[in-house]
Protein backbone atom coordinates (compact mmCIF):
# COMPACT_ATOMS: atom_id res chain seq x y z
CA UNK A 1 0.00 0.00 0.00
CA UNK A 2 0.97 3.14 -1.18
CA UNK A 3 3.42 5.05 1.47
CA UNK A 4 1.23 3.38 4.64
CA UNK A 5 4.38 3.19 6.93
CA UNK A 6 3.17 3.59 10.74
CA UNK A 7 4.97 6.50 10.65
CA UNK A 8 2.88 8.30 7.78
CA UNK A 9 -0.32 6.35 9.17
CA UNK A 10 0.38 7.67 12.83
CA UNK A 11 0.89 10.70 11.22
CA UNK A 12 -2.18 10.93 8.96
CA UNK A 13 -4.41 9.88 11.86
CA UNK A 14 -2.86 12.17 13.97
CA UNK A 15 -2.24 9.75 16.71
CA UNK A 16 0.87 9.01 18.64
CA UNK A 17 3.40 5.92 17.88
CA UNK A 18 3.84 3.24 20.11
CA UNK A 19 6.70 0.88 19.55
CA UNK A 20 6.98 -2.93 20.69
CA UNK A 21 8.78 -3.10 23.50
CA UNK A 22 11.61 -5.54 20.94
CA UNK A 23 10.58 -3.57 17.61
CA UNK A 24 13.62 -1.85 16.14
CA UNK A 25 11.96 1.21 14.50
CA UNK A 26 14.80 1.78 11.84
CA UNK A 27 13.89 -1.89 10.95
CA UNK A 28 10.07 -0.89 10.70
CA UNK A 29 10.76 2.57 8.89
CA UNK A 30 10.32 0.84 4.81
CA UNK A 31 7.45 -1.59 5.97
CA UNK A 32 4.04 -0.73 4.56
CA UNK A 33 0.63 -2.40 5.93
CA UNK A 34 -0.99 -5.10 3.05
CA UNK A 35 -4.41 -3.81 3.73
CA UNK A 36 -6.48 -1.95 6.96
CA UNK A 37 -9.73 -3.63 8.27
CA UNK A 38 -11.53 -3.17 11.37
CA UNK A 39 -13.03 -7.08 11.03
CA UNK A 40 -10.19 -8.74 13.55
CA UNK A 41 -11.22 -12.31 11.48
CA UNK A 42 -10.00 -10.55 8.13
CA UNK A 43 -6.70 -9.38 9.52
CA UNK A 44 -4.11 -10.19 7.17
CA UNK A 45 -0.11 -10.43 8.20
CA UNK A 46 1.54 -6.99 7.89
CA UNK A 47 -1.42 -5.24 7.74
CA UNK A 48 -4.04 -2.66 10.11
CA UNK A 49 -6.03 -3.07 12.36
CA UNK A 50 -8.73 -0.59 13.65
CA UNK A 51 -10.28 -1.32 16.84
CA UNK A 52 -13.14 0.71 16.85
CA UNK A 53 -16.35 0.48 19.58
CA UNK A 54 -19.55 -0.75 18.35
CA UNK A 55 -22.65 -1.36 19.63
CA UNK A 56 -22.37 -4.58 20.49
CA UNK A 57 -18.79 -5.59 19.69
CA UNK A 58 -15.46 -3.73 20.58
CA UNK A 59 -12.52 -4.40 18.77
CA UNK A 60 -10.34 -3.36 21.06
CA UNK A 61 -10.83 -6.96 23.05
CA UNK A 62 -9.49 -8.76 19.79
CA UNK A 63 -6.08 -6.83 19.49
CA UNK A 64 -4.19 -9.24 20.97
CA UNK A 65 -5.52 -11.80 18.15
CA UNK A 66 -4.48 -10.01 15.80
CA UNK A 67 -1.31 -9.15 16.80
CA UNK A 68 -0.73 -13.59 16.99
CA UNK A 69 -1.41 -13.61 13.13
CA UNK A 70 1.40 -11.14 11.95
CA UNK A 71 -0.21 -7.61 11.89
CA UNK A 72 2.28 -4.67 11.24
CA UNK A 73 0.21 -2.82 13.54
CA UNK A 74 -2.88 -1.54 15.64
CA UNK A 75 -5.05 2.24 15.58
CA UNK A 76 -6.70 2.23 19.05
CA UNK A 77 -8.16 4.72 21.80
CA UNK A 78 -5.92 3.34 24.95
CA UNK A 79 -2.56 1.77 25.05
CA UNK A 80 -3.23 -1.64 25.86
CA UNK A 81 -1.12 -3.00 29.52
CA UNK A 82 0.59 -5.65 27.51
CA UNK A 83 2.75 -3.70 24.54
CA UNK A 84 3.42 -7.20 22.29
CA UNK A 85 3.11 -5.34 18.94
CA UNK A 86 2.94 -1.78 17.72
CA UNK A 87 0.18 0.72 18.52
CA UNK A 88 -1.13 3.62 17.29
CA UNK A 89 -3.23 5.75 19.40
CA UNK A 90 -5.97 7.81 18.52
CA UNK A 91 -8.54 9.84 20.03
CA UNK A 92 -11.41 8.13 18.07
CA UNK A 93 -10.80 5.27 15.81
CA UNK A 94 -13.89 6.06 13.22
CA UNK A 95 -12.65 9.67 12.82
CA UNK A 96 -8.62 8.56 12.26
CA UNK A 97 -10.22 5.86 9.59
CA UNK A 98 -11.81 8.72 7.23
CA UNK A 99 -8.55 10.87 7.97
CA UNK A 100 -6.05 7.88 6.87
CA UNK A 101 -8.52 7.09 4.25
CA UNK A 102 -8.30 10.74 2.73
CA UNK A 103 -4.11 10.29 3.02
CA UNK A 104 -4.43 7.29 1.32
CA UNK A 105 -6.17 8.41 -1.47
CA UNK A 106 -3.81 11.33 -2.03
CA UNK A 107 -1.08 8.90 -2.88
CA UNK A 108 -2.91 7.69 -6.01
CA UNK A 109 -3.59 9.55 -9.42
CA UNK A 110 -6.26 7.95 -10.86
CA UNK A 111 -10.06 9.06 -11.83
CA UNK A 112 -12.50 8.50 -9.24
CA UNK A 113 -16.28 8.34 -10.25
CA UNK A 114 -19.06 8.90 -7.12
CA UNK A 115 -22.00 7.57 -7.01
CA UNK A 116 -25.17 8.94 -5.19
CA UNK A 117 -28.68 9.59 -5.27
CA UNK A 118 -31.98 8.54 -3.41
CA UNK A 119 -32.54 5.31 -5.67
CA UNK A 120 -30.60 3.16 -7.74
CA UNK A 121 -26.94 3.76 -6.51
CA UNK A 122 -26.01 0.21 -6.50
CA UNK A 123 -27.15 -0.92 -9.58
CA UNK A 124 -25.79 2.55 -11.56
CA UNK A 125 -22.39 1.51 -9.84
CA UNK A 126 -22.26 -2.02 -10.88
CA UNK A 127 -23.68 -0.92 -14.61
CA UNK A 128 -20.86 1.82 -14.60
CA UNK A 129 -18.10 -0.21 -13.44
CA UNK A 130 -18.89 -2.81 -15.93
CA UNK A 131 -18.83 -0.63 -18.62
CA UNK A 132 -15.45 1.01 -17.26
CA UNK A 133 -13.96 -2.36 -16.99
CA UNK A 134 -14.42 -3.08 -20.74
CA UNK A 135 -10.93 -0.87 -21.26
CA UNK A 136 -9.49 -0.18 -17.84
CA UNK A 137 -9.10 -2.18 -14.66
CA UNK A 138 -11.53 -0.80 -12.04
CA UNK A 139 -12.17 -0.53 -8.19
CA UNK A 140 -16.04 -0.45 -7.07
CA UNK A 141 -17.68 -0.21 -3.71
CA UNK A 142 -18.73 -4.10 -2.34
CA UNK A 143 -21.71 -4.84 -0.85
CA UNK A 144 -22.72 -1.95 1.53
CA UNK A 145 -19.90 0.01 2.03
CA UNK A 146 -21.09 3.24 1.12
CA UNK A 147 -21.00 5.22 4.33
CA UNK A 148 -18.38 6.84 6.82
CA UNK A 149 -16.74 3.78 7.31
CA UNK A 150 -17.34 1.59 3.96
CA UNK A 151 -16.13 4.21 2.14
CA UNK A 152 -12.60 4.51 3.47
CA UNK A 153 -12.75 0.95 3.71
CA UNK A 154 -13.05 1.14 -0.16
CA UNK A 155 -10.40 3.47 -0.70
CA UNK A 156 -8.04 1.27 1.61
CA UNK A 157 -8.83 -1.49 -1.13
CA UNK A 158 -6.50 0.84 -4.09
CA UNK A 159 -3.90 -0.83 -5.89
CA UNK A 160 -1.54 0.16 -8.38
CA UNK A 161 -2.94 -1.95 -10.70
CA UNK A 162 -6.11 0.17 -10.60
CA UNK A 163 -6.66 2.58 -13.57
CA UNK A 164 -9.83 4.08 -12.31
CA UNK A 165 -12.65 3.20 -9.34
CA UNK A 166 -16.47 3.95 -8.57
CA UNK A 167 -16.99 4.69 -5.50
CA UNK A 168 -20.99 4.68 -4.24
CA UNK A 169 -21.70 7.56 -1.68
CA UNK A 170 -24.60 6.99 0.70
CA UNK A 171 -25.88 9.62 2.81
CA UNK A 172 -28.70 10.13 5.37
CA UNK A 173 -28.13 13.71 7.12
CA UNK A 174 -26.52 16.96 5.91
CA UNK A 175 -22.74 17.12 5.77
CA UNK A 176 -22.32 13.85 5.33
CA UNK A 177 -21.74 13.71 1.80
CA UNK A 178 -19.49 16.66 2.49
CA UNK A 179 -16.95 14.27 4.88
CA UNK A 180 -17.65 11.29 2.11
CA UNK A 181 -16.22 13.70 -0.64
CA UNK A 182 -13.36 15.40 1.47
CA UNK A 183 -12.08 11.61 1.70
CA UNK A 184 -12.75 10.15 -1.97
CA UNK A 185 -11.88 13.80 -3.85
CA UNK A 186 -14.20 12.13 -7.25
CA UNK A 187 -13.40 13.38 -10.78
CA UNK A 188 -16.35 12.54 -12.00
CA UNK A 189 -20.21 12.44 -10.02
CA UNK A 190 -23.34 10.17 -11.16
CA UNK A 191 -27.08 11.68 -9.26
CA UNK A 192 -29.39 9.36 -10.11
CA UNK A 193 -32.45 11.14 -8.49
CA UNK A 194 -33.88 13.38 -5.66
CA UNK A 195 -36.40 11.18 -4.11
CA UNK A 196 -38.33 10.86 -0.80
CA UNK A 197 -35.60 9.21 1.05
CA UNK A 198 -33.99 9.96 5.48
CA UNK A 199 -36.42 12.48 5.43
CA UNK A 200 -36.53 12.49 9.13
CA UNK A 201 -33.03 14.26 8.68
CA UNK A 202 -33.15 16.04 5.50
CA UNK A 203 -37.22 17.37 5.94
CA UNK A 204 -38.33 17.35 1.96
CA UNK A 205 -37.10 17.25 -1.35
CA UNK A 206 -35.39 20.15 -1.31
CA UNK A 207 -33.43 19.48 1.52
CA UNK A 208 -32.19 15.67 -0.47
CA UNK A 209 -31.46 18.07 -2.92
CA UNK A 210 -28.69 19.99 -1.10
CA UNK A 211 -27.54 17.06 0.90
CA UNK A 212 -26.70 14.99 -2.74
CA UNK A 213 -24.91 18.22 -4.74
CA UNK A 214 -22.74 18.75 -1.06
CA UNK A 215 -20.24 16.88 -3.28
CA UNK A 216 -20.39 19.24 -6.21
CA UNK A 217 -17.93 21.29 -3.87
CA UNK A 218 -15.07 18.74 -3.90
CA UNK A 219 -14.87 17.76 -7.79
CA UNK A 220 -11.77 18.07 -9.14
CA UNK A 221 -12.81 19.54 -12.07
CA UNK A 222 -11.46 17.10 -14.46
CA UNK A 223 -14.50 14.70 -15.10
CA UNK A 224 -17.81 15.05 -15.43
CA UNK A 225 -21.25 15.52 -13.88
CA UNK A 226 -23.89 13.21 -15.25
CA UNK A 227 -27.20 14.10 -13.82
CA UNK A 228 -30.62 12.72 -14.21
CA UNK A 229 -32.37 15.21 -16.77
CA UNK A 230 -35.96 13.55 -16.15
CA UNK A 231 -35.95 14.77 -12.09
CA UNK A 232 -37.10 17.76 -11.64
CA UNK A 233 -34.49 19.26 -9.27
CA UNK A 234 -31.49 17.71 -10.79
CA UNK A 235 -32.52 19.35 -14.61
CA UNK A 236 -32.15 22.48 -12.91
CA UNK A 237 -28.63 22.42 -12.22
CA UNK A 238 -27.19 24.61 -15.34
CA UNK A 239 -22.88 24.17 -14.24
CA UNK A 240 -20.87 22.82 -11.86
CA UNK A 241 -17.31 24.27 -11.42
CA UNK A 242 -18.08 26.45 -14.93
CA UNK A 243 -19.06 23.00 -16.92
CA UNK A 244 -22.10 22.29 -17.94
CA UNK A 245 -23.40 18.69 -16.62
CA UNK A 246 -24.12 16.00 -18.94
CA UNK A 247 -28.21 14.91 -18.91
CA UNK A 248 -29.39 11.76 -19.13
CA UNK A 249 -33.09 10.47 -19.24
CA UNK A 250 -36.11 8.94 -21.05
CA UNK A 251 -36.57 12.31 -22.41
CA UNK A 252 -35.29 12.87 -26.27
CA UNK A 253 -34.29 16.57 -24.75
CA UNK A 254 -31.12 15.16 -22.92
CA UNK A 255 -27.90 14.47 -24.29
CA UNK A 256 -28.21 10.60 -23.97
CA UNK A 257 -31.77 9.53 -24.12
CA UNK A 258 -33.33 6.10 -24.61
CA UNK A 259 -36.16 4.66 -27.07
CA UNK A 260 -37.74 1.83 -28.06
CA UNK A 261 -38.30 0.68 -24.21
CA UNK A 262 -39.32 -2.65 -24.13
CA UNK A 263 -39.91 -3.90 -20.73
CA UNK A 264 -38.94 -7.83 -20.50
CA UNK A 265 -39.97 -7.87 -16.38
CA UNK A 266 -37.25 -9.93 -14.25
CA UNK A 267 -35.42 -10.82 -17.81
CA UNK A 268 -34.07 -7.38 -18.50
CA UNK A 269 -35.63 -4.95 -20.75
CA UNK A 270 -34.44 -4.12 -24.29
CA UNK A 271 -34.07 -0.09 -25.29
CA UNK A 272 -32.13 2.12 -27.85
CA UNK A 273 -29.54 4.90 -26.92
CA UNK A 274 -29.19 7.46 -28.40
CA UNK A 275 -25.55 9.79 -27.95
CA UNK A 276 -24.06 12.59 -29.88
CA UNK A 277 -21.47 9.80 -30.78
CA UNK A 278 -24.04 7.78 -32.03
CA UNK A 279 -27.00 5.31 -31.33
CA UNK A 280 -26.81 1.13 -30.01
CA UNK A 281 -29.25 -1.35 -29.25
CA UNK A 282 -28.63 -2.75 -26.07
CA UNK A 283 -29.92 -5.75 -23.88
CA UNK A 284 -30.12 -4.41 -19.99
CA UNK A 285 -30.22 -7.73 -18.20
CA UNK A 286 -31.21 -6.24 -15.09
CA UNK A 287 -34.99 -6.47 -13.66
CA UNK A 288 -37.16 -3.65 -13.87
CA UNK A 289 -38.19 -0.68 -16.29
CA UNK A 290 -36.01 1.79 -14.05
CA UNK A 291 -32.75 -0.10 -15.06
CA UNK A 292 -32.64 1.87 -17.93
CA UNK A 293 -31.82 4.92 -16.41
CA UNK A 294 -28.77 3.39 -14.97
CA UNK A 295 -27.80 2.23 -18.16
CA UNK A 296 -28.20 5.85 -19.22
CA UNK A 297 -25.89 6.80 -16.64
CA UNK A 298 -23.23 4.11 -17.56
CA UNK A 299 -23.01 5.06 -21.15
CA UNK A 300 -22.84 9.13 -19.95
CA UNK A 301 -19.88 8.13 -17.93
CA UNK A 302 -18.17 5.57 -20.07
CA UNK A 303 -18.04 7.91 -23.14
CA UNK A 304 -16.63 10.89 -21.10
CA UNK A 305 -13.95 8.16 -20.43
CA UNK A 306 -13.12 7.16 -24.25
CA UNK A 307 -15.56 4.24 -24.46
CA UNK A 308 -16.58 3.54 -27.86
CA UNK A 309 -20.57 3.03 -27.93
CA UNK A 310 -20.00 -0.57 -28.96
CA UNK A 311 -17.69 -1.02 -25.46
CA UNK A 312 -20.89 0.67 -23.94
CA UNK A 313 -23.11 -2.14 -25.16
CA UNK A 314 -20.84 -4.99 -23.87
CA UNK A 315 -20.31 -3.54 -20.66
CA UNK A 316 -24.26 -2.91 -19.97
CA UNK A 317 -24.86 -6.23 -21.18
CA UNK A 318 -22.55 -8.10 -18.90
CA UNK A 319 -23.44 -6.54 -15.32
CA UNK A 320 -24.44 -8.61 -12.75
CA UNK A 321 -27.26 -8.33 -10.06
CA UNK A 322 -26.81 -7.54 -6.95
CA UNK A 323 -28.38 -9.16 -3.37
CA UNK A 324 -30.99 -7.71 -1.76
CA UNK A 325 -31.22 -5.47 -4.79
CA UNK A 326 -34.13 -6.97 -7.33
CA UNK A 327 -32.37 -10.06 -7.44
CA UNK A 328 -34.30 -12.70 -8.83
CA UNK A 329 -33.83 -15.88 -6.75
CA UNK A 330 -35.07 -19.59 -8.46
CA UNK A 331 -35.89 -22.60 -5.77
CA UNK A 332 -37.50 -25.44 -6.66
CA UNK A 333 -40.84 -24.17 -5.64
CA UNK A 334 -40.85 -20.00 -6.01
CA UNK A 335 -39.34 -17.38 -7.99
CA UNK A 336 -38.43 -15.09 -4.76
CA UNK A 337 -37.26 -11.02 -5.88
CA UNK A 338 -34.84 -10.00 -3.32
CA UNK A 339 -35.30 -6.22 -2.76
CA UNK A 340 -34.92 -6.13 0.36
CA UNK A 341 -32.00 -3.90 1.07
CA UNK A 342 -33.86 -0.67 1.39
CA UNK A 343 -37.15 0.55 0.66
CA UNK A 344 -38.82 4.26 -0.29
CA UNK A 345 -42.17 5.10 -1.91
CA UNK A 346 -40.70 5.24 -5.30
CA UNK A 347 -38.73 1.97 -5.44
CA UNK A 348 -41.61 -0.07 -3.60
CA UNK A 349 -43.99 0.80 -6.54
CA UNK A 350 -41.45 0.27 -9.14
CA UNK A 351 -40.87 -3.30 -7.43
CA UNK A 352 -44.74 -3.80 -7.33
CA UNK A 353 -44.92 -2.96 -11.04
CA UNK A 354 -42.50 -5.47 -11.42
CA UNK A 355 -44.60 -8.39 -9.52
CA UNK A 356 -47.47 -7.47 -11.56
CA UNK A 357 -45.78 -7.24 -15.04
CA UNK A 358 -43.86 -11.06 -14.12
CA UNK A 359 -46.96 -12.45 -13.01
CA UNK A 360 -49.06 -11.35 -15.94
CA UNK A 361 -46.25 -12.49 -18.47
CA UNK A 362 -45.99 -16.01 -17.21
CA UNK A 363 -49.41 -16.41 -15.66
CA UNK A 364 -47.92 -16.63 -12.75
CA UNK A 365 -49.70 -16.08 -8.81
CA UNK A 366 -48.40 -13.10 -7.55
CA UNK A 367 -47.13 -12.50 -3.68
CA UNK A 368 -45.87 -9.26 -2.58
CA UNK A 369 -44.39 -9.35 1.19
CA UNK A 370 -44.08 -5.70 2.17
CA UNK A 371 -42.50 -3.91 5.22
CA UNK A 372 -41.57 -0.57 7.16
CA UNK A 373 -39.88 1.96 5.14
CA UNK A 374 -37.98 4.00 7.33
CA UNK A 375 -36.51 7.39 7.73
CA UNK A 376 -39.50 9.33 5.72
CA UNK A 377 -40.05 11.76 8.43
CA UNK A 378 -43.27 13.22 9.66
CA UNK A 379 -45.09 12.17 6.18
CA UNK A 380 -44.07 8.56 6.76
CA UNK A 381 -47.80 7.34 7.73
CA UNK A 382 -49.04 9.18 4.57
CA UNK A 383 -46.45 7.73 2.38
CA UNK A 384 -46.80 4.47 3.50
CA UNK A 385 -50.64 4.70 3.02
CA UNK A 386 -49.89 5.58 -0.48
CA UNK A 387 -47.99 2.66 -1.22
CA UNK A 388 -50.95 0.59 0.14
CA UNK A 389 -53.21 2.68 -2.41
CA UNK A 390 -50.94 2.03 -5.29
CA UNK A 391 -50.45 -1.73 -4.49
CA UNK A 392 -54.64 -1.98 -4.35
CA UNK A 393 -54.84 -0.69 -7.79
CA UNK A 394 -52.43 -3.25 -8.72
CA UNK A 395 -53.51 -6.98 -10.00
CA UNK A 396 -51.82 -8.70 -7.06
CA UNK A 397 -52.59 -12.02 -5.63
CA UNK A 398 -51.70 -12.11 -1.49
CA UNK A 399 -49.82 -9.17 0.33
CA UNK A 400 -48.44 -9.83 3.39
CA UNK A 401 -47.55 -6.62 5.42
CA UNK A 402 -45.55 -6.57 8.22
CA UNK A 403 -44.34 -3.69 10.56
CA UNK A 404 -46.03 -0.69 12.98
CA UNK A 405 -45.79 1.64 10.33
CA UNK A 406 -46.84 -0.45 7.14
CA UNK A 407 -49.99 -1.04 8.77
CA UNK A 408 -51.04 2.44 7.32
CA UNK A 409 -50.35 0.54 4.06
CA UNK A 410 -52.68 -2.70 5.35
CA UNK A 411 -55.43 -0.48 5.87
CA UNK A 412 -55.20 1.57 2.83
CA UNK A 413 -55.26 -1.38 0.93
CA UNK A 414 -58.27 -2.86 2.92
CA UNK A 415 -59.95 0.27 2.53
CA UNK A 416 -59.56 0.44 -1.58
CA UNK A 417 -59.26 -3.36 -2.20
CA UNK A 418 -61.78 -5.40 -3.87
CA UNK A 419 -63.40 -7.74 -1.01
CA UNK A 420 -60.98 -10.91 -1.10
CA UNK A 421 -58.56 -9.27 -3.91
CA UNK A 422 -56.03 -9.12 -2.91
CA UNK A 423 -55.89 -11.70 0.10
CA UNK A 424 -54.11 -9.67 2.46
CA UNK A 425 -52.67 -10.35 5.69
CA UNK A 426 -50.84 -8.54 8.51
CA UNK A 427 -48.12 -8.75 11.44
CA UNK A 428 -46.59 -6.62 13.77
CA UNK A 429 -43.18 -7.84 13.55
CA UNK A 430 -40.96 -9.65 11.00
CA UNK A 431 -40.81 -12.60 13.57
CA UNK A 432 -44.05 -13.17 13.87
CA UNK A 433 -44.40 -12.75 9.97
CA UNK A 434 -42.01 -15.43 9.05
CA UNK A 435 -43.58 -17.52 11.91
CA UNK A 436 -46.85 -17.59 9.54
CA UNK A 437 -44.95 -18.39 6.87
CA UNK A 438 -43.98 -21.66 8.84
CA UNK A 439 -47.37 -22.26 10.14
CA UNK A 440 -49.54 -21.44 7.84
CA UNK A 441 -50.40 -22.48 3.55
CA UNK A 442 -49.96 -18.61 2.26
CA UNK A 443 -47.71 -19.18 -0.38
CA UNK A 444 -47.95 -22.12 -2.82
CA UNK A 445 -45.57 -23.58 -5.44
CA UNK A 446 -44.90 -22.03 -8.19
CA UNK A 447 -45.85 -18.22 -7.05
CA UNK A 448 -43.35 -15.58 -7.55
CA UNK A 449 -42.60 -13.32 -4.51
CA UNK A 450 -41.35 -10.15 -4.51
CA UNK A 451 -40.02 -9.36 -0.54
CA UNK A 452 -38.91 -5.71 0.10
CA UNK A 453 -38.44 -3.05 3.30
CA UNK A 454 -35.91 -0.85 4.79
CA UNK A 455 -32.67 -3.00 5.59
CA UNK A 456 -33.29 -2.63 9.41
CA UNK A 457 -36.93 -4.79 9.04
CA UNK A 458 -34.44 -8.14 8.64
CA UNK A 459 -36.19 -9.36 5.81
CA UNK A 460 -33.11 -11.11 4.27
CA UNK A 461 -34.21 -13.49 6.92
CA UNK A 462 -37.70 -13.73 4.75
CA UNK A 463 -35.37 -14.07 2.14
CA UNK A 464 -33.65 -16.68 3.80
CA UNK A 465 -36.86 -18.70 4.85
CA UNK A 466 -38.24 -18.49 1.60
CA UNK A 467 -34.91 -20.05 -0.30
CA UNK A 468 -34.05 -22.45 2.32
CA UNK A 469 -33.44 -26.17 0.93
Known amino acids: MRGMTLENIAKACEGELFYAKDADPKELSGKE ?9 IAEQGGIFVATKGERVNGHSFIGDVLAKGALGVICEQKPDDQAGNYIVVEDSFVAIKKLAKYYRSQFDIPIVGITG ?48 VVEMGISEFGEMSRLSDIVCPDSVVITNIGPCHLEYLNDLDGVFKAKTEVFEYLSGKGAVCLNGDDARLIQVSQVKGKKPVFYGRNALNDIYAYNIEDG ?54 VKGVSGRLNPIRTENYLVVDDCYNANPKSMEAGLTLLEGTGKRWHLRTVAILGDMLEL ?45 PEIFYYETTEELIAALRREPLIKKGDVILVKASHSMHFEKVVEELTAE
Do not use: C, W
Open 33 to 41: AVSVVIDSR
Open 118 to 165: SMGKTSTKEMVAAVLSQKYRVLKTEGNYNNEVGVPLTIFRLRDEHEIA
Open 265 to 318: GLQGTDASIHTKEGRFKVHIPLPGKHMVDNALAATAVGLFYGLTPEEIRSGIET
Open 377 to 421: GGDTERMHARVGAYAARLEIDVLLIAGPISKNMYEEVKRLGDPGK
